[in-house]
């Protein structure tokens, strides 16, 4: 089955303390991202790979680190924490830069 | 940058009736898509519209794109109390634009189909 996967699914954590969301897809899909979801504000990239070793900031990637050493897996790293990195996360995959993408189930985040 | 803005908000129907949902964006698209989003899931794909077509079937899904208006919308007809969800239009520029072809999207639509 094709999917994107996210784990963890939930995770509470504090402030500081480093943390690493893996998200791997099975569709051989060279474009890959990760989003932000709030309340009242939508979608917004963090970051994205258009393939391995090519990694690229999206609209607000202050406070994440990405890696892309495998064309499956793009993990998302926060190197410090902080609240107001509480939010909902989620990978998503694309085949072709023109197509339709597919999303992992999501991550929520609480950083106390 | 927010690129498509739906129309409305909340929107809140009776089962069997239609749902229609409107998007609007600013600049020039290469093709705009169409997700659903169950609450605190993730976003599940419903229909991708490319800049020289008009208008979508798939189901009872109908989308049409008006490319003049810069706004699309999307139909949903005999709606279903499992249609209940978020739907986000998003965009993707054209190729030219070099915008590494980020998909953007709006802030969404709060669909409610009463049984």
């Known amino acids: 089955e094709a999917q994107v996967t996210q784990n963890p699914r939930y995770l509470i954590t504090v402030t500081g303390k480093k943390l690493t969301v893996t998200c791997s897809q099975n569709?051989?899909?060279?474009?890959m991202s990760w989003y932000r979801q709030d309340p009242g504000l939508g979608l917004r990239q963090i970051y994205y790979?258009?393939?391995?070793?090519?990694?690229d900031k999206g609209d607000v990637p202050e406070g994440y680190k990405v890696s892309r050493k495998e064309k499956r897996n793009f993990p998302l790293i926060l190197e410090s924490p902080s609240p107001n990195q509480t939010s909902l996360y989620f990978c998503?995959?694309?085949?072709?830069?023109?197509?339709?993408?597919?999303f992992g189930p999501g991550t929520r985040l609480t950083v106390l | 940058s927010q690129q498509g803005e739906e129309d409305p908000q909340a929107l809140s129907i009776q089962e069997g009736e239609n749902a229609t949902m409107n998007c609007s964006y600013k600049t020039s698209i290469n093709n705009l898509q169409w997700y659903r989003q169950n609450s605190g899931r993730g976003l599940v794909h419903l229909i991708l519209i490319r800049s020289n077509e008009r208008e979508k079937h798939s189901g009872r899904l109908r989308v049409t794109l008006d490319t003049s208006k810069k706004s699309s919308s999307l139909l949903i007809t005999a709606s279903r109390a499992a249609d209940t969800a978020s739907y986000f239009c998003?965009?993707?520029?054209?190729?030219?634009?070099?915008?590494?072809?980020?998909?953007?999207f709006g802030k969404g639509i709060t669909l409610s189909v009463r049984p």
């Open positions: 790979s258009m393939n391995v070793e090519v990694t």
């Open positions: 998503a995959s694309r085949g072709g830069a023109q197509g339709t993408q597919y």
């Open positions: 998003a965009t993707v520029a054209p190729l030219y634009t070099g915008a590494n072809s980020k998909l953007t």
């Open positions: 569709m051989n899909h060279e474009y």
